[in-house]
T-cell receptor, first 116, second 113 residues
């Protein structure tokens, strides 16, 4: 199993550009989520999904969209990038929605985004 | 919203010294997890504590959950260079949305050989 795979690993955007961060997991996990990590801020939840076709907002959702058409994939879209979205983005999953409140997060390796 | 305070933000130790990081919540947690992130890496799950007063050990790492389930600590005995990284606690609150996890800001462990 590859676990949680994120692409790209690095990306530089100009203000106003759009892009999609890809996340795929091969563990058949129901629950998937996106976090951003900024220096001194810990990890903050952007959006999450408890299964295909179901998404919801986390703590910092503004400027981001998500969709969950399959169990495996959970892309994060930046509609119009801003310098404040410069961050490291992590995709993470938990085995099933029932365990979403007790299970541990499996993280991808991260996508480092710079917005100029 | 709920907050988990984690201290210290940075800790410099000589190799072989002990290290402790603390997490504190103003309200009761349903459980707490600990993660380690190596420099340039991603967070990796270490352990979960659920019961009041629970103590768990992993080799040189000792994890504690307070009696009131509002605080937790991670203690590393005789640090090694492989312990370098950032340690995060993540607390869960009853009724919290999503995975219910609120992360502390992390403690960066820096080891001088």
């Amino acid at each position: 199993n590859a676990g949680v795979t994120q692409t790209p690993k690095f990306q530089v955007l100009k203000t106003g550009q759009s892009m999609t961060l890809q996340c795929a997991q091969d563990m058949n996990h129901e629950y998937m989520s996106w976090y951003r990590q900024d220096p001194g801020m810990g990890l903050r939840l952007i959006h999450y999904s408890v299964g295909a076709g179901i998404t919801d907002q986390g703590e910092v959702p503004n400027g981001y969209n998500v969709s969950r058409s399959t169990t495996e994939d959970f892309p994060l879209r930046l509609l119009s990038a801003a310098p404040s979205q410069t961050s490291v983005y992590f995709c993470a999953s938990i085995r099933d929605r029932e365990r979403a409140r007790t299970g541990e997060l499996f993280f991808g390796e991260g996508s480092r985004l710079t917005v100029l | 919203g709920q907050q988990v305070m984690q201290i210290p933000q940075y800790q410099h130790v000589q190799e072989g010294e002990d290290f402790t990081t603390y997490c504190n919540s103003s309200t009761t947690l349903s459980n707490i997890q600990w993660y380690k992130q190596r420099p340039g890496g991603h967070p990796v799950f270490l352990i979960q504590l659920v019961k009041s007063g629970e103590v768990k050990k992993q080799k040189r790492l000792t994890f504690q959950f307070g009696e009131a389930k509002k605080n937790s600590s991670l203690h590393i005995t005789a640090t090694q260079t492989t312990d370098v990284g950032t340690y995060f606690c993540a607390g869960r609150y009853s009724g919290g949305g999503a995975d219910g996890l609120t992360f502390g800001k992390g403690t960066h462990l820096i080891i001088q050989p």
